[in-house]
């Protein structure tokens, strides 16, 4: 029997997921260390949730690629500390972060593609990003994934940063029925990639992918944390109100 998942987004692509008896972190940024490296342009205009060194209760924390927004060793480090048994699932480039950061080699687990169990009736399934690229290291592991969780039978999909890409689509036909998908939808266009933002899908391209999965929610994300790289959520649901796609849309969850 499915069992509600409780959710609570963090901003950018941040989420804490409490699935059963165990609780899920994918890309937390609880900290300001963006606006510290790149200047006051990329001030975060999402309030930090908790203080990294009061999140006590992480069992999990996936983590999809190496950029500071997702992979942040000044959140992921007293994390650390706060959640002492908390083990963390990354792609290498990730893995050789954290533990430049002072995590134990231990705790850290390299993503594969297959699926990684993470407690009774939870288990994880990294799938490949296209960002802007799939680009693999001298071993063949994607330098930068996304993730397929499925807990008591649900699965939830979160893209990282990705395009669109057939090596994609072929890796989550596979892993079909995806119940949610959380997708970033920070448009690539040519002015933020003169700023040094890589940027992913449109919400168009959002909402046909969020079609083409057969999805029954779509969760946008990546479009809120920094004024250079935002998407207005009017914009998002007056292209969902004229698309009228077949599943909801939802921009902040509360549970699945």
């Given at each position: 029997?499915?069992?509600?998942?409780?959710?609570?987004?963090?901003?950018?692509?941040?989420?804490?997921?409490i699935c059963g008896d165990r609780t899920v972190y994918i890309d937390p940024y609880l900290s300001d260390r963006v606006e510290q490296v790149e200047g006051a342009a990329?001030?975060?205009?999402?309030?930090?949730?908790?203080?990294?060194?009061?999140?006590?209760?992480a069992d999990w924390v996936l983590v999809t690629h190496n950029h500071m927004d997702h992979c942040d060793p000044n959140t992921l480090l007293p994390l650390s500390i706060a959640s002492p048994s908390a083990q963390f699932v990354g792609p290498p480039d990730v893995l050789r972060t954290l533990a430049a950061?002072?995590?134990?080699?231990?705790r850290l687990h390299v993503t594969e593609d297959a699926w990684i169990p993470l407690g009774k009736d939870?288990?994880?399934?990294?799938?490949?990003?296209?960002?802007?690229?799939?680009?693999?290291?001298?071993?063949?592991?994607?330098?930068?994934?996304?993730?397929?969780?499925?807990?008591?039978?649900?699965?939830?999909?979160?893209?990282?940063?990705?395009?669109?890409?057939?090596?994609?689509?072929?890796?989550?036909?596979?892993?079909?029925?995806?119940?949610?998908?959380i997708l970033a939808v920070n448009e690539h266009n040519y002015y933020r990639e003169r700023q040094g933002i890589v940027g992913n899908m449109t919400v168009r391209e959002a909402l046909q992918f969020a079609t083409d999965l057969g999805v029954e929610i779509l969760v946008p994300m990546h479009w809120d944390m920094f004024a250079p790289n935002c998407v207005y959520p009017e914009e998002i649901e007056l292209l969902y109100r004229l698309i009228h796609p077949p599943f909801q849309l939802v921009l902040s969850p509360s549970e699945f």
């Open positions: 029997m499915s069992v509600a998942i409780e959710v609570t987004p963090l901003g950018q692509a941040g989420f804490r997921l990329l001030r975060r205009l999402v309030p930090i949730w908790k203080s990294p060194a009061q999140v006590s209760d950061a002072g995590i134990a080699m231990e939870l288990r994880v399934h990294p799938v490949p990003a296209s960002h802007p690229s799939v680009d693999v290291d001298e071993l063949g592991r994607w330098r930068c994934v996304g993730y397929v969780l499925e807990s008591s039978g649900k699965r939830i999909y979160h893209s990282g940063d990705t395009s669109l890409n057939e090596t994609l689509f072929r890796k989550l036909e596979a892993l079909k029925p995806i119940n949610v998908a």
